[in-house]
């Protein structure tokens, strides 16, 4: 089964890539490895999830910009291996970021949803090390950020 089976199975609206809006790059390749640079929860609307998980959203909220972000990583992939994810060998590493009060301390909660639908869409091969790490503030107010690492 193709990954792109996988993406039509679970119903998966893949955007186009948005660019970078600042002085870096939105992917880069070395070698065998492509590193994404920290993708938003920017809906299909062109919305932000914005806000800070504790005090104006709820774990559910933040799971939703975490998927979020997980389908942007995977458009940003996607532009990456010139349109075909077959390409990619393994999901190696995400790195989510919550934007979350002092005493909130379920950040893997948030994250798990954007580890689920990588395993969703790569099966074995989307299964990764990962951190979940709490934050004052991030870029545009968003709840959550996300960036990986694979393998091609």
Do not use: W
Not at 73 to 80: P, V
Not at 105 to 123: H, M, R, T, Y
């Amino acid at each position: 089964m193709t990954i792109e089976n996988n993406i039509k199975k679970l119903n998966l609206q893949i955007p186009d890539a948005p660019s970078p809006v600042g002085a870096y790059v939105a992917f880069k390749k070395s070698e065998k490895l492509i590193f994404i640079s920290g993708q938003l929860p920017l809906t299909s609307d062109g919305k932000l999830i914005k806000g800070k998980i504790g005090k104006d959203l709820s774990i559910e909220d933040g799971q939703k910009a975490a998927r979020l972000c997980a389908i942007n990583i995977l458009a940003q992939l996607k532009k990456a291996v010139s349109g075909d994810l077959n390409k990619v060998k393994s999901c190696v590493k995400i790195t989510g970021f919550v934007n979350s009060t002092d005493e909130f301390i379920d950040q893997p909660k948030v994250i798990n949803p954007a580890s689920e639908l990588l395993s969703s869409v790569f099966g074995d091969n989307g299964k990764h090390a990962r951190a979940a790490v709490s934050t004052n503030s991030l870029p545009l107010g968003v709840a959550v950020e996300i960036d990986a690492i694979f393998e091609i």
